[in-house]
T-cell receptor
């Protein structure tokens, strides 16, 4: 089975430009998560969706960040305008729904390495 | 207090050594526990789930102590390829489907 797919794998852009990151979760998973990882701050949860509905976006840094999940097989994370401090690795992960108190493991995509000049 | 705390290390050990990591969590209602492994410039990957009775997978043994709210990972006969960052991860129905990741413990196995 295909794992979580992310594109692009690398993105280099200039400050002020719009950046769109894409994610395809594992088929059948109904939860999708966007994370950001930097050396300074570690792995941070930005937002997550259950059944395509945003549940918790408290980790989204500011209004420049937005995320959508138009259907069960696709999600985007957009940064507009981008700034150098947004440089990080952005991971998408997916998991199954919660059953009887057990929160299922998350499966991560390979990440998008974003550099904003 | 962080929800999941780990010693950042690094733990520098020779090949063949046994090494143990501990992790503490603050939410007593937590129900799901995992160890993930992350190699340099790669995504986190599930190493093993942690069950109440403890579990073993080859050279890796995970234990859960609910009373003290800590999780442990024991690696026996360390290999060079075990060098990575090990992330302690906790889930709870209170978090919905979220998992809380520790900052990770760095392991370096040297020949």
């Amino acid at each position: 089975d295909a794992g979580v797919i992310q594109s692009p794998r690398h993105e280099v852009t200039e400050m002020g430009q719009e950046v769109t990151l894409r994610c395809k979760p594992i088929s059948g998973h109904n939860s999708l998560f966007w994370y950001r990882q930097t050396m300074m701050r570690g792995l941070e949860l930005l937002i997550y969706f259950n059944n395509n509905v945003p549940i918790d976006d408290s980790g989204m840094p500011e209004d420049r960040f937005s995320a959508k999940m138009p259907n069960a097989s696709f999600s985007t994370l957009k940064i507009q305008p981008s700034e150098p401090r947004d440089s990080a690795v952005y991971f998408c992960a997916s998991s199954s729904r919660v059953w009887g108190g057990w929160v299922d493991t998350q499966y991560f995509g390979p990440g998008t390495r974003l550099t904003v000049l | 207090r962080k929800e999941v705390e780990q010693d950042p290390g690094p733990f520098n050990v020779p090949e063949g050594a046994t090494v143990a990591f501990n992790c503490t969590y603050s939410n007593s209602a937590s129900q799901s526990f995992f160890w993930y492994r992350q190699d340099c410039r790669k995504e986190p990957k599930l190493l093993m789930s942690v069950y109440s009775s403890g579990n073993e997978d080859g050279r890796f043994t995970a234990q859960l102590n609910r009373a003290s709210q800590y999780i442990s990972l024991l690696i026996r006969d360390s290999k060079l390829s075990d060098s990575a960052t090990y992330l302690c991860v906790v889930g709870s129905m209170e978090y919905g489907n979220k998992l809380v990741f520790g900052a990770g413990t760095i392991l370096r196995v040297k020949s």
